[in-house]
Every structure is written in structure tokens, then in C-alpha cells.
């Protein structure tokens, strides 16, 4: 087959570094070796968190069962777990996308952000719309705006070579930058003491899920997301060249694929999916734009990709694993005394226990 030369542009001819091969042996994972992998990355991140609890003078079990009350004690609190759940599925599906075509997208932190910011726009500025519409639009706003931030740090690395890891995250300072910029510009709430938006009308709210409950439809958007990730990944052409061009990019190269539409395409799907997280956010959870509101959303979604070994499908049960952490942290603070700061030891030592073992497969592959 006849190898055009615009289609080879931005294939990396050099030795795989670390985090190629670890991406590479996660494409490869099978769904028992994820499942085993994540199982034990987090047995062990709560082991030895239950050590440093006990050195603290509390008791582990009883800490962990206030963790497990506090995230679905009630009904209340398990549509707020829900709602903390859906921008980690949302944007790690995306991330996961990424991950494996072998493009570290890092990026989802700013978009997510600049989604908000779109999304709030469209929600303060368009109120003769019908509810329908005005949701539509504004979630919308928010995924294009997203896509079209990953696009740039996609062109950047394109056209001028620039790693996406290095693109991907500076522009999540400034997507967040950005966000303050317009709460202290007209999107800020005059007289207000905290950088704010004003509140959203009614009929930009999130329609509820579950009738007297928080939990809003963001999470059935997630779980689309998920299923959509897995047929784009497994059922559609453009899923076969991101997953040749994660196994191989010599391979993909050889057959004639087009590394730039595939690293353009995925980073703006990720983007858009992060985008609409932020969107979600907004409309669902403050019904305002707050400084601050994505704070840690996008670089969770990391390692919540990670820890479902880029696979779109386990992306839910992961995003559902950090969502509920998050809901019971407070639980535990209350009733134990243990600091909530521990939920994010907890996800600290999941990824690293979880990139271990993505070090030992890479390192066997190796050999």
C-alpha cells in the first residue's frame, strides 16, 4: 500500500519511553487483568491508609464504615455520590480515548473548565429560550468550547511538534485562569463577596433525576458516554486506527493511517466529553459558575483512566469508585475524626500502586 507523506507527519520514529510502553501494555490489558489490577491497587491503597488511621489512634473499620454510611447511608447521599461521580466518568472516558491511541492528554482539567465558562454564557445570556433548548444549547456550548481547547493543544503538537504532555498542561492553567478572569470581568455577580456568577434561572437548572433528591440526569449522560466510548472504540473504523496507532505507531504508519486526523479527532472527543462535564457541573450541581468549580476534576480523571486501564467500559465502575470516596470523606471526619484528607491518600496511593504494576508489565514486555 502506497504511503502518503502528509499522512506520516507527527509519527514519533524513536525508542519508547516509559510512559509509551506503560500505555501500551495498558491497551493491551485484558478485562480480568484490569479488574484484578484495579481490585488490588485499591485493596492495598486502603490497607495502607487503615495503617496511618490506626497510627492516628482510630479505628480503621469503623472509619471505613463511616466512609461507606456517609457515601450510601441515604438517598441524599448517594445522588450526591452520583453527582461527584459524573465529571470523572465524562472526562476520564475521554482520557481513556487518548491513553489508548498512546496520546497523554493530560488536558482535562481546562477544558472542563473552559466548558463551564461557555456553558454559563449561553445560560445567562439566552434566557428567552425554551428550558429544552437553553439546557441543550448551554451543555452544547460547553462541549464545543472544551473540544476546541483540546483541538488547539492537538494543533500545537501537529503542527509545531510541541509534546501534547507539555501543551495539554499549561493550557490547564490557563483554562482555569480564564475562569477567574470572566467572575472578575461581566460574568461576575455584582456585590458579591466570593468571584461568582449570578444565579442561573430556573429553567437553566439540570432537570432531577430522582424527585427530592440532588441527583440530577448527568449521570445517565455519563453512562451514554460510556457505551458510546466502547462502540467508537471496538465497533468503528476510526476506533480500529486510535488502537493500532496505541499498539504500534511504525504499524500504523506502514498501513497508511493518518496520525494527525487520529490525534486531532481523539483530543477533540476527549475535549467535548470534558467540556460537557463542566457544562454539567454548572447547570447541575451550583447553578452558577464558581471560581474553582473544576478544581481537581480533570487530573482525577487521569487516574481514573488509568485505574480502568484506559478501557471506556471500566471507566464507570472507577469514576463511580472516586465519586463515592469523595461522598463519604466528610462522613468519616464527622463521625470518626479522621481528617477527610485521607479519601485523596487513598486515590494517591491507587494510582501509584496501579502504575507499579503498569511498570512491572512494561518491564517484562520489555524483556
Same mark, same amino acid.
Given at each position: 500500500?502506497?504511503?502518503?507523506?502528509?499522512?506520516?507527519?507527527?509519527?514519533?520514529?524513536?525508542?519508547?519511553?516509559?510512559?509509551?510502553?506503560?500505555?501500551?501494555?495498558?491497551?493491551?490489558?485484558?478485562?480480568?487483568?484490569?479488574?484484578?489490577?484495579?481490585?488490588?491497587?485499591?485493596?492495598?491503597?486502603?490497607?495502607?491508609?487503615?495503617?496511618?488511621?490506626?497510627?492516628?489512634?482510630?479505628?480503621?473499620?469503623?472509619?471505613?464504615?463511616?466512609?461507606?454510611?456517609?457515601?450510601?447511608?441515604?438517598?441524599?447521599?448517594?445522588?450526591?455520590?452520583?453527582?461527584?461521580?459524573?465529571?470523572?466518568?465524562?472526562?476520564?472516558?475521554?482520557?481513556?480515548?487518548?491513553?489508548?491511541?498512546?496520546?497523554?492528554?493530560?488536558?482535562?482539567?481546562?477544558?472542563?473548565?473552559?466548558?463551564?465558562?461557555?456553558?454559563?454564557?449561553?445560560?445567562?445570556?439566552?434566557?428567552?429560550?425554551?428550558?429544552?433548548?437553553?439546557?441543550?444549547?448551554?451543555?452544547?456550548?460547553?462541549?464545543?468550547?472544551?473540544?476546541?481547547?483540546?483541538?488547539?493543544?492537538?494543533?500545537?503538537?501537529?503542527?509545531?511538534?510541541?509534546?501534547?504532555?507539555?501543551?495539554?498542561?499549561?493550557?490547564?492553567?490557563?483554562?482555569?485562569?480564564?475562569?477567574?478572569?470572566?467572575?472578575?470581568?461581566?460574568?461576575?455577580?455584582?456585590?458579591?463577596?466570593?468571584?461568582?456568577?449570578?444565579?442561573?434561572?430556573?429553567?437553566?437548572?439540570?432537570?432531577?433525576?430522582?424527585?427530592?433528591?440532588?441527583?440530577?440526569?448527568?449521570?445517565?449522560?455519563?453512562?451514554?458516554?460510556?457505551?458510546?466510548?466502547?462502540?467508537?472504540?471496538?465497533?468503528?473504523?476510526?476506533?480500529?486506527?486510535?488502537?493500532?496507532?496505541?499498539?504500534?505507531?511504525?504499524?500504523?504508519?506502514?498501513?497508511?493511517?493518518?496520525?494527525?486526523?487520529?490525534? !486531532? +479527532?481523539?483530543? /477533540?472527543? *476527549?475535549? #467535548? =466529553?470534558?467540556?460537557?462535564?463542566?457544562? @454539567?457541573? %454548572? $447547570?447541575?450541581?451550583?447553578?452558577?459558575?464558581?471560581?474553582?468549580?473544576?478544581?481537581? !476534576? +480533570?487530573?482525577? /480523571?487521569? *487516574?481514573? #483512566? =488509568?485505574?480502568?486501564?484506559?478501557?471506556? @467500559?471500566? %471507566? $464507570?465502575?472507577?469514576?463511580?469508585?472516586?465519586?463515592?470516596?469523595?461522598?463519604?470523606?466528610?462522613?468519616?471526619?464527622?463521625?470518626?475524626?479522621?481528617?477527610?484528607?485521607?479519601?485523596?491518600? @487513598?486515590?494517591? $496511593?491507587?494510582?501509584?500502586?496501579?502504575?507499579?504494576?503498569?511498570?512491572?508489565?512494561?518491564?517484562?514486555?520489555?524483556?
Amino acid at each position: 500500500m502506497t504511503m502518503a507523506a502528509s499522512e506520516t507527519e507527527g509519527v514519533r520514529d524513536k525508542t519508547p519511553g516509559f510512559l509509551e510502553r506503560a500505555m501500551a501494555t495498558l491497551a493491551s490489558s485484558g478485562g480480568l487483568r484490569t479488574f484484578l489490577l484495579a481490585c488490588a491497587a485499591i485493596g492495598l491503597a486502603l490497607a495502607v491508609t487503615g495503617l496511618l488511621i490506626l497510627l492516628a489512634g482510630k479505628n480503621p473499620f469503623y472509619a471505613y464504615w463511616a466512609l461507606i454510611k456517609g457515601a450510601v447511608g441515604t438517598t441524599g447521599r448517594l445522588a450526591f455520590a452520583l453527582n461527584k461521580s459524573t465529571p470523572y466518568i465524562l472526562a476520564g472516558v475521554g482520557v481513556a480515548l487518548c491513553f489508548r491511541a498512546k496520546i497523554i492528554n493530560i488536558g482535562a482539567e481546562g477544558q472542563i473548565a473552559v466548558g463551564g465558562i461557555a456553558a454559563t454564557y449561553v445560560a445567562l445570556n439566552f434566557l428567552s429560550l425554551p428550558p429544552f433548548l437553553l439546557i441543550t444549547f448551554a451543555l452544547a456550548a460547553g462541549a464545543i468550547c472544551g473540544a476546541a481547547w483540546s483541538a488547539l493543544a492537538a494543533i500545537i503538537r501537529l503542527k509545531r511538534g510541541v509534546h501534547e504532555v507539555l501543551c495539554t498542561l499549561l493550557l490547564n492553567f490557563v483554562g482555569v485562569l480564564l475562569v477567574s478572569e470572566a467572575l472578575h470581568g461581566d460574568m461576575g455577580e455584582p456585590g458579591a463577596g466570593f468571584p461568582q456568577s449570578p444565579l442561573f434561572e430556573r429553567a437553566a437548572w439540570l432537570p432531577k433525576l430522582l424527585p427530592g433528591t440532588d441527583l440530577h440526569i448527568g449521570i445517565l449522560f455519563a453512562i451514554v458516554a460510556v457505551v458510546a466510548g466502547h462502540i467508537l472504540l471496538w465497533r468503528t473504523t476510526f476506533g480500529f486506527r486510535l488502537r493500532v496507532l496505541g499498539a504500534s505507531p511504525q504499524a500504523a504508519n506502514y498501513v497508511g493511517l493518518s496520525t494527525p486526523r487520529c490525534v !486531532f +479527532g481523539v483530543m /477533540a472527543i *476527549a475535549g #467535548a =466529553l470534558a467540556g460537557f462535564a463542566g457544562g @454539567i457541573e %454548572v $447547570l447541575g450541581v451550583h447553578y452558577r459558575l464558581i471560581e474553582g468549580f473544576s478544581a481537581g !476534576f +480533570g487530573f482525577n /480523571a487521569v *487516574a481514573v #483512566a =488509568l485505574i480502568a486501564s484506559v478501557n471506556p @467500559i471500566a %471507566v $464507570l465502575p472507577a469514576g463511580l469508585f472516586f465519586g463515592f470516596l469523595e461522598a463519604g470523606a466528610l462522613a468519616m471526619q464527622r463521625e470518626v475524626g479522621v481528617p477527610s484528607s485521607l479519601v485523596f491518600v @487513598i486515590q494517591g $496511593l491507587t494510582m501509584v500502586f496501579v502504575l507499579c504494576a503498569i511498570g512491572i508489565g512494561a518491564r517484562q514486555q520489555k524483556v
